[in-house]
């Protein structure tokens, strides 16, 4: 049997833990894990030139991360004994489900991060309809953002189903975007959020 590629779909689940959580609470180590996911593999001085960060300042939050679990060295990428090179622990990270319930043995700590989340992802929403609407009567020509908004009738195992093959195109996109990022195109950090909210989840609707 062939090994896995690195980031396939069917990685097993790793719930995040209190140490994970607070690793995640900076958000340059947010910054750092986006970034050295999509890139599969990086340096740190590859990172901070990306990043726009020092170079000593991004290897103390690489160690923190790794510390907790979130990023790993990746020796058999090295070109020799004093190369470092880093990679995101293989795997999906979780916060919990009810069959697989949070790790966190603080729950301040999770709903903490749950809240830096929700800010993060408010904040990409209002940028993406700030571009929108430049876009859209063309004042702006880059395509900066995607906004598709669907409505679906679907049982729970539909929804299962849609979710797992999301998470396969990714991968699919993911890897033959890696295979070819030597081809000279300019290539971007984009932010992917997949959310499905059901009709009956509080709050949603205006009262």
Known sequence: MAPKERNSPDDA????TSSMLKA???PLR???????????????????????????SLSFHLRVLASAGIVEEAPELARDRRDRVWRAVHGRFSVGTPEAPS????????????????????????????????????????????????????NADEVKLLENRIIDVVGEIKRESLRNSNDGSDRKLWHLTTMMAREDLPGLTET
């Open 13 to 16: 689940t790793i719930t995040m």
């Open 24 to 26: 995640m609470a900076n």
């Open 30 to 56: 947010r910054r750092i894990v986006s970034m050295l996911s999509a890139m599969d593999s990086a340096r740190a001085t590859d990172l901070a030139e990306r990043l726009d960060v020092p170079a000593n």
């Open 103 to 154: 790790a966190a043995d603080d729950a301040l700590v999770l709903k903490s991060y749950l809240g830096q989340q929700g800010q993060e992802l408010v904040r990409q929403l209002q940028a993406v309809l700030d571009w929108g609407n430049g876009y859209a009567t063309g004042n702006e020509p880059d395509m900066r953002g995607v906004l598709d908004l669907s409505n679906l009738m679907l």
